[in-house]
């Protein structure tokens, strides 16, 4: 691939909003970087997707961002961390360009959680594609081998959230009853990962229906925290970045509807412009 080599932004991908507040992490800790987001929005939501399907429009969208100028680019999406970044990784950057890097929302989070919980047994509230890869209790497993993870999938929380409904009686009832099948499983969690980039915005309804002791965890601080010990360790990938503190958005569907919800995720009005992730970019 004859991507620009200049020094560039960073990329950050999701399968339509969730990613806003792992973007909005990042900002807070690092605001002297340039950003590019893109959602593919209109293929959303990758969660019911197939495991091939998922790393196909993830390969689209992390190979866009490389031609718009992107070093390094964060998948800010635990459905395509889960189903595509392994394989990314593997298959396509040593192929397209050794020098670049994608890195995902999972091994941030599985980094912490052993810091975190007290008895070891931890909850996951994610999508069912997440759920069903099992990818949060491998990479877990891997550092923290005695946590026991319990998944619980949670369909219509991402819509709730993306049709402003967050703040809604039904999204009482949604949460409650996802939380409460949680703690069925497994009644001794202590410490409860949203394994899905949306979830904080439901997060008041949430701590509502979380007994007293238990932590949440978001992921939005802790995938920064990782992101800037990365640039730390990797001063050959941070002296490939651009400094101007700016940040472009891209949509896959409609800039007006993505503008529209966007705020609900960022608090404030920004630009959006829409991209074709579709066509595979020649060699």
């Known amino acids: 691939m004859n991507y620009p080599q200049a020094n560039g932004p960073i990329g950050v991908f999701d399968s339509g909003y969730g990613g806003l507040t792992i973007l909005h992490g990042i900002r807070q800790l690092l605001p002297e970087y340039d950003y590019i987001y893109v959602g593919d929005n209109a293929r959303a939501p990758y969660g019911p997707r197939s495991f091939d399907v998922v790393y196909e429009f993830t390969r689209q969208a992390v190979s866009k961002l490389f031609d718009m100028g992107c070093r390094l ?3 800010g999406c635990n459905t ?4 595509a970044l392994r394989s990314i990784q593997q298959n396509d950057l040593p192929q397209w360009d050794p020098t670049r890097r994608v890195l995902g929302v999972i091994r941030p989070t599985a980094e912490i959680i ?6 070891g047994h931890v909850g996951l509230l994610a ?3 997440t759920v069903k890869s099992q990818s949060y209790n491998l990479e877990i497993a891997k550092l923290w081998p005695n946590i026991k993870v319990t998944g619980q999938a949670c369909p219509f929380w991402v819509p709730l959230i993306e049709y402003n409904e967050a703040d809604s009686p039904g ?7 996802r939380m409460d099948q949680l703690m069925l499983k497994d009644p001794d969690i202590d410490t409860i990962i949203l394994g899905c980039t949306h979830y904080p915005i439901l997060m008041p309804k949430i701590l509502k229906y979380t007994k007293p002791g238990v932590t949440i965890v978001p992921q939005g601080e802790y995938v ?10 990797h001063p050959e990938m941070d002296t490939t ?12 569907e409609s800039p007006e509807r993505f503008k529209e919800t966007a705020s609900i995720f960022l608090h404030e009005n920004v630009d959006v412009e829409h991209v074709d992730l579709g066509q595979e970019r020649a060699s």
Not at 241 to 252: D, E, K, P, S, W
Request: proline residues 0%; hydrophobic residues 30%.
């Open 80 to 83: 395509a961390s889960a189903k």
């Open 224 to 233: 920064a925290n990782s992101l800037k010990d990365y640039l730390r360790r």
């Open 241 to 252: 970045l651009t400094r101007g503190a700016t940040c472009r958005y891209y949509t896959t």
């Open 73 to 75: 680019v964060i998948i």
């Open 171 to 177: 999204a009482d009832y949604f949460v409650k009853k």
């Open 127 to 129: 999508t069912e594609g």
């Open 114 to 119: 052993g810091k975190l919980t007290r008895n």
